[in-house]
């Protein structure tokens, strides 16, 4: 696991932000994902929010080989086996299971698993994960939480995402303990439903540009 944990490191390569995007028509896929990689966000999560994420990820993986695409919103062992097999690259949760980890142990894809508490990361650390998404963010203390985090989990890094926009991003970076953030504010639903690509590579060129630290 630790080894997977370096891939998805390596997939990322200094990205600072992963757009969380949601996609309602399939068709969109492809040139939203060319959009975001010209833009210099390469890597993108496409959340299984809708009844056509897994097309949707089958379909920029396929003709955007420029994109690493992976899946996001992953609940179970089943819908992680359905998002490896559609193409994605990586796979993130908004939590952590045993079965989770079980699936992930057995696949080639790295797993982003969520967590909030203590406990959870204490479990992701006993599995050899040290890289983890902070979900949701803001909701479970932000910034000042992750401070906290810092110390007695010196060796966990973190991916927060849910409430992380263009006005909190750069606190969230400044943090040593935080490789990348998670935002959906880089393809807004309004953009995306009027096919505004020019608009949302403006967006990924303006947080492509972040710098950690």
Known sequence: MPSKTEKLLSLLDGQPVIP?????????????????????????EITLRTPSALESIRRASAEVPEAVVGAGTILDAA?????AKAGSRFIVSPGITRDLLTAASGSEVPLLPGAITPGEMMTAREAG????????????GGVAFLKSLASPFAGIRFCPTGGVSQKNVKDYLSLPN??????????PDDLVKSKDWAAIEGLAHEASALRKG
């Open 79 to 83: 819908q992680f086996d359905e998002a």
């Open 129 to 140: 994960i040290d890289f983890l998404k902070f979900f949701p963010a803001e909701q479970a």
């Open 20 to 44: 969380v995007i949601k996609i309602d028509d399939a068709a969109d896929a492809v040139p939203l994902a060319r959009a975001l990689a010209r833009g210099g966000l390469k890597v993108i």
């Open 178 to 187: 935080v490789v990348c953030v998670g935002g959906s504010w880089v393809a």
